[in-house]
T-cell receptor, first 115, second 112 residues
Framework: SQTIHQWPATLVQPVGSPLSLECTVEGTSNPNLYWYRQAAGRGLQLLFYSVGIGQISSEVPQNLSASRPQDRQFILSSKKLLLSDSGFYLC??????????????FGPGTRLTVT | AQSVAQPEDQVNVAEGNPLTVKCTYSVSGNPYLFWYVQYPNRGLQFLLKYITGDNLVKGSYGFEAEFNKSQTSFHLKKPSALVSDSALYFCAFSSNTGKLIFGQGTTLQVKP
């Protein structure tokens, strides 16, 4: 069966510091991978998605970047955090291909607080 | 623009009563619609989806949803609510590129 991991679970970082959040998926190959941010425990905003190694699409211009160095690894980064980067970050995967009928499966999330 | 809307920020029901969480969509073509649930400080869990076929879709934890094309709705339902059903519920549709577009979420509060 497939599992998705995120770490760290919680993170408190000062403004201006760098960020690296990691997401890994087990039990599948060539998944589509997604990064979302959830602010104030409400709506989800799609930040990045990837259909393969090194292929990153950005949905919203911002202070963050994403990379996919391995098939089942997705990393969210920032060089200098802003207060507005605080939130709950969720990684998700779905099977490969362009079948938009597939559901996405979410990781447990990372709670980021920028102070 | 294509979207889904959840008109209620919060729904309150008594345990044992039926519950409905509303979702309407504005999607061209044949919509692929999904429901997810989120417990506090957790990731989203997939409940059910409508792709095609029977308008009544059954999912996890006793939930079901009815696709209504004429009313462009996809309401989530459960015949008898449990306190443990209290959570944040999201409706979503899948764009033709496979991206999920979520509604703003509805908090369900089930009281004993």
């Amino acid at each position: 069966s497939q599992t998705i991991h995120q770490w760290p679970a919680t993170l408190v970082q000062p403004v201006g510091s760098p960020l690296s959040l990691e997401c890994t998926v087990e039990g599948t190959s060539n998944p589509n991978l997604y990064w979302y941010r959830q602010a104030a425990g409400r709506g989800l905003q799609l930040l990045f998605y990837s259909v393969g190694i090194g292929q990153i699409s950005s949905e919203v211009p911002q202070n963050l970047s994403a990379s996919r160095p391995q098939d089942r690894q997705f990393i969210l980064s920032s060089k200098k955090l802003l207060l507005s980067d605080s939130g709950f970050y969720l990684c998700a995967w779905r099977p490969p291909g362009d079948r938009s009928s597939y559901e996405q499966y979410f990781g447990p999330g990372t709670r980021l607080t920028v102070t | 623009a294509q979207s889904v809307a959840q008109p209620e920020d919060q729904v309150n029901v008594a345990e044992g009563n039926p519950l409905t969480v509303k979702c309407t969509y504005s999607v061209s073509g044949n919509p692929y619609l999904f429901w997810y649930v989120q417990y506090p400080n957790r990731g989203l869990q997939f409940l059910l989806k409508y792709i095609t076929g029977d308008n009544l879709v059954k999912g996890s934890y006793g939930f079901e949803a009815e696709f209504n094309k004429s009313q462009t709705s996809f309401h989530l339902k459960k015949p008898s609510a449990l306190v443990s059903d209290s959570a944040l519920y999201f409706c979503a549709f899948s764009s033709n590129t496979g991206k999920l577009i979520f509604g703003q979420g509805t908090t369900l509060q089930v009281k004993p």
